[in-house]
């Protein structure tokens, strides 16, 4: 299995700041998403984020409002730009490899970042 | 794209009891994974149970178990003999085929208490 972990765990911020949150993997791993978790809500993909390329967003959200960067195997940011009330959420990390227990099958989580916005 | 449907937002049951969360989903790929993840009130999420869409027989993890009707597109989770750590938040979620570079897509939940 993989253990992840987050920095922050959580953070209140500005409105109009950015705030750029890590996540960890202990192990290296191809695949790494981003998911938002709005209060009281279920987790929405951000973005998918495989080193040695761009990348890939859902609908809804754009790379100017949230730049992940994915220097290595076992590192990835994400920044939330600009940020809103609406911004106020818990953001989870996630990881899948083909070597990790369940293969590309199971999907491991971070402890998630909340992040309140005033 | 893919939709999952939990409707039932909460329930609540008395601990040492059986409970049915329900889960269906609506897709057109023909080869997927279906799960079940707990969300305790620490936020990390855990895998429950997974199901590959292509086997017959529905998993099983100690207490935890499926009923999975690929045709009805339904993907139940039982919970036998509950316990007061099974209370959570509980997400059925879709993933395509294996290797795909999708994530997962996830329903709304449904909040388990377990009364003593």
């Known amino acids: 299995s993989a253990v992840i972990s987050q920095k922050p765990s959580r953070d209140i911020c500005q409105r109009g700041t950015s705030l750029t949150i890590q996540c960890q993997v202990d192990?290296?791993?191809?695949?790494m998403f981003w998911y938002r978790q709005q209060p009281g809500q279920s987790l929405t993909l951000i973005a998918t984020?495989?080193?040695?390329?761009?990348?890939?967003?859902e609908s809804g959200f754009v790379i100017d409002k949230f730049p992940i960067s994915r220097p290595n195997l076992t590192f990835s940011t994400l920044t939330v730009s600009n940020m809103s009330p609406e911004d106020s959420s818990i953001y989870l990390c996630?990881?899948?490899?083909?070597?990790?227990?369940?293969?590309?099958?199971?999907?491991?989580f971070g402890p998630g970042t909340r992040l309140t916005v005033l | 794209a893919q939709t999952v449907t939990q409707s039932q937002p909460e329930m609540s049951v008395q601990e040492a009891e059986t409970v049915t969360l329900s889960c269906t989903y609506d897709?057109?790929?023909?080869?997927?994974?279906l799960f079940w993840y707990k969300q305790p009130p620490s936020r990390q999420m855990i895998l429950v149970i997974r199901?590959?869409?292509?086997?017959?027989q529905n998993a099983t993890e100690n207490r935890f178990s499926v009923n999975f009707q690929k045709a009805a597109k339904s993907f139940s989770l039982k919970i036998s003999d509950s316990q007061l750590g099974d209370t959570a938040m509980y997400f059925c979620?879709?993933?395509?085929?294996?290797?795909?570079?999708?994530?997962?897509?996830f329903g709304k939940g449904t909040h388990l208490i377990i009364q003593p």
């Open positions: 996630s990881a899948r490899d083909r070597a990790l227990r369940g293969g590309y099958n199971e999907q491991f």
């Open positions: 199901q590959e869409a292509y086997k017959q």
């Open positions: 979620a879709f993933m395509k085929q294996e290797g795909g570079a999708d994530g997962l897509t």
């Open positions: 984020a495989n080193q040695g390329s761009e990348a890939t967003y």
């Open positions: 192990s290296q791993v191809t695949m």
């Open positions: 897709t057109s790929e023909n080869n997927y994974y």
